[in-house]
């Protein structure tokens, strides 16, 4: 009990510091510069790779175009999506053309 009194006690004698008391310091600022220091050499290295990736797709390292080949798969299920809208379905009796927006009777 008597420790908790004396600690009570001990707090109470050692107040906060004033806010104009709290400042970074030097090694807030070493820190500061440090951190802009380390952002900027991320930011030129990215920037490097990209460049390379760039030019290396230029080149054709990667095989072909990566996005010659999405244009062309989307023109392939164009094409499907579009044989499939023509009204050539006729898997049932009352099938309807898809399309055309009528009904067969």
């Not at 006690?9 to 004033?18: I, Q, T």
């Not at 310091?25 to 070493?30: H, Y």
């Not at 440090?34 to 050499?41: N, S, W």
């Not at 072909?64 to 244009?71: F, G, S």
């Amino acid at each position: 009990m008597d420790h908790a009194l004396l600690f009570a006690l001990r707090a109470e004698e050692e107040a906060p510091p004033e806010a104009k008391d709290v400042v970074a310091g030097g090694w807030g600022l070493a820190l500061f510069i440090g951190l802009i220091v380390v952002v900027a050499l991320l930011l030129w290295s990215f920037a490097r790779h990209i460049r390379k990736a760039r030019l290396a797709a230029e080149a054709g390292v990667f095989g072909e175009d990566t996005r010659t080949a999405a244009r062309d798969a989307d023109t392939t299920d164009a094409d499907t999506t579009d044989a499939d809208t023509t009204g050539d379905d006729t898997s049932g009796d009352d099938a309807t053309p898809t399309g055309t927006g009528t009904t067969s009777s």
